[in-house]
């Protein structure tokens, strides 16, 4: 039943290195090549095609399952999992949980795989125990319950949020082989829907002269983060709900800060108090910790925003090509400044680029799904994606980002991304080297 | 702390029922009253103001909970379920799990909390063994495995499914005293993605003198549905997840046909075949069922689109105001014919109306979410809301609704829905008379 619905002459590779042009899927007729997950035992078969119907089956006579008060993944569905990483010397609570990238679709992360990143694991907080203190350069200091909170009006997002050290195996001498999810799943996009802080700055009587607020989490890391003052009346909120429902307790239930477009670890969870001041903490994360070390020996810090970005999640490390057929290349793309404009995909490692077909964003700030149909020939390829957004940033190169940042910089990394496919059909990730 | 922002004459109403216009969301110094879930302890005591901080907290000093690879919800948050109610004879299968609209935001509905209607349970489905027939007139009937579908290009839509049953209770003589999720909580809004069905039609070689495609699914009901091709070819797909992960069993795991804005029965859950014929297969949930029947005696068949609706979800039955202040009413509003345009609010019961404030929808057929704010003078009050389309069409009154339709008419309501408010704060469904 496999039928190739594009035909080139074997002997001579396609242009664009097999890469479609965008406007293929309104074609017809296209069938499209099977993927596998390397570790399924279905890798070694071939029983997925499209086939002519065998035998008319009969409905079940029985009933199925009865009706549940808050539904699961089917059994079926629990390989899909996050992956949990500790930092440093195994601290319990310090580390990640990646969402798996790879296995999602869409342009939002279901609640239960939202990547999670703690530093000292989840906090079993009591809601009507929890209150956010507002503090600081203010002419009335204010708590807030989360009662309180519920009471305001609200606001709703789809944003991607981003931790800072997503994909800081980018930075290795030698490509890491792992899943994109185990790379770069630090990030989910998610509906954040809560309360604007320009509200509770105005009720606190602001001082005119505060120019940063010091958040601070009720986690035990008591985490403390500054924020420019400007950028929390501008467009952060403190959330509530996250895809519909009050937030997850890995997420900050019962109130998180939300800061659009900017590095994760500024929308600080378990929110307990923000602190109006006239100058920044200068914390342990925002000095020792996410911080970049520049080439010069100075560190960069207060980099908020995070870069453009992009990266293909079909095919790549871990999957299998079936053999030589058309695919459909997707992937994911965000930016911290802007709304993705377009996403340009390479089949032979950036010599050429085909523009990819976008979903989304939803939010300008939101995740926009990228797809491209590829004529695989069965030789060696190279795939990228290479994301620009409105402000007109484009994704650098590894080599230009190691050019300009060095090697000693773990934060931002936003470098394109190669997933190298061999003739077997099989996908690794590489720094642009077949 | 409680201030009241707005002041009006005690003795004299203020104009449009106290509903503030909708930039006073823009303004400062706004402080909104508590709405209590009626039940709720809190009901009883005012302990949820914003107040001054008390004394300064220390952090817990041990890690908290380590991390899962599948998240769930806080267990302070057990109380927001689904309510299951069984249809007819009590069949344990046959029935609809309900949405908790008034205790979700934003606008979408997380995956454990979408509205489930079935008519024979959840069917268990080996996603290896199952399979999706496409046949009748076509040049090559096929059958279609979940992984081969996979493979295929996909496209997202964040859609509200409702089911055409759905606040059926509006045509009872009295108003029912439910909460507004057991009463109109059999709709949702989710991002659905997977192929679209032109694709298959295509490549089966869709007779062209095929005018329906019957659709049946899996469960031991063998619900049959038949659609136009036109509405098939023309943005219909096979949904494979369900805002980012694989679609839950309850939603017809491994794969259900989406039709967007139509009623929800026609989303068959568990698709197991679509047969193109030239006439609708008047199977029973076409004739006996899912049809109105009309003051004349004839009954109304192959009514597809919902109509443009919305319900106010805070306040609503079963909350209770605190006192006199201003609150924030807010709710959902959709259609199936096209983008929700604007959402009037008036607080006594449609003599005037103020324009609400809008988020959303994301897609033309997806939620959106419109709050306006209210300021209670203590008397009674009849809230409702009234939703507009963009092809023009508004939320009918219920009478005008009862006028044209009748009593007998199951499915289909969509009028406007009025909550009373009476002197003690309590919100009870109205008819319209305080």
């Not at 009933?63 to 930092?87: C, D, W």
């Not at 931790?163 to 290795?172: H, L, R, T």
């Not at 793309?333 to 802007?338: F, M, P, T």
Request: glycine share 10%; net charge positive.
């Amino acid at each position: 039943m496999r039928r190739m619905a594009i035909e080139h002459p074997p002997t001579q590779r396609a242009p664009h290195g097999g890469l479609l042009d965008r406007r293929a899927f309104l074609g017809r007729g296209l069938q499209f090549g099977t993927v596998f997950a390397a570790t399924s035992a279905a890798a070694t078969e071939s029983t997925a095609d499209a086939s002519g119907p065998t035998a008319a089956r009969s409905p079940p006579r029985l009933f199925g399952q009865p009706f549940t008060a808050y539904g699961q993944p089917s059994a079926h569905e629990r390989q899909v999992l996050r992956s949990i990483g500790l930092n440093g010397r195994g601290d319990p609570g310090n580390g990640a949980a990646w969402s798996p990238l790879e296995q999602l679709e869409g342009t939002l992360t279901p609640n239960g795989l939202h990547f999670v990143r703690s530093h000292a694991g989840t906090p079993a907080i009591d809601p009507a125990a929890h209150r956010l203190v507002v503090h600081g350069m203010v002419r009335q200091p204010l708590s807030f319950s989360a009662e309180a909170l519920l009471r305001y009006p609200m606001q709703s997002r789809q944003l991607a949020i981003e931790c800072g050290g997503n994909s800081s195996a980018g930075w290795f001498e030698e490509p890491v082989q792992r899943t994109v999810g185990l790379t770069h799943g630090l990030v989910s996009c998610a509906e954040w829907t809560g309360v604007p802080l320009a509200m509770l700055l105005d009720e606190c009587g602001a001082d005119p002269r505060a120019t940063w607020v010091v958040a601070t989490g009720a986690d035990a890391s008591a985490l403390q983060m500054s924020v420019p003052i400007d950028k929390m009346r501008g467009d952060c909120f403190i959330a509530l709900y996250q895809n519909g429902e009050r937030l997850r307790p890995e997420n900050g239930y019962p109130m998180r800060l939300v800061v659009p477009g900017w590095k994760g670890v500024l929308n600080v969870k378990w929110l307990a108090a923000l602190q109006l001041a006239d100058q920044p903490a200068m914390a342990r994360n925002e000095t020792a910790r996410y911080t970049e070390l520049l080439p010069s020996g100075q560190a960069q810090q207060f980099t908020f925003a995070m870069g453009v970005k992009s990266v293909i999640t079909t095919p790549s490390h871990g999957q299998r090509l079936s053999g030589p057929d058309v695919y459909e290349i997707k992937g994911l793309a965000w930016s911290g400044s802007g709304a993705v404009r377009s996403v340009d995909v390479s089949a032979d490692g950036g010599s050429t680029w085909v523009q990819a077909a976008l979903q989304g964003p939803r939010d300008p700030l939101g995740w926009t799904r990228f797809r491209a149909a590829w004529h695989w020939d069965g030789r060696p390829a190279l795939l990228q994606s290479r994301a620009t957004d409105t402000t007109g940033q484009m994704q650098p190169s590894r080599d230009a980002l190691v050019q300009s940042r060095g090697r000693r910089s773990f934060y931002h990394y936003n470098a394109i991304v190669t997933w190298a496919v061999d003739e077997r059909g099989i996908v690794l990730h590489s720094y642009g080297e077949v």
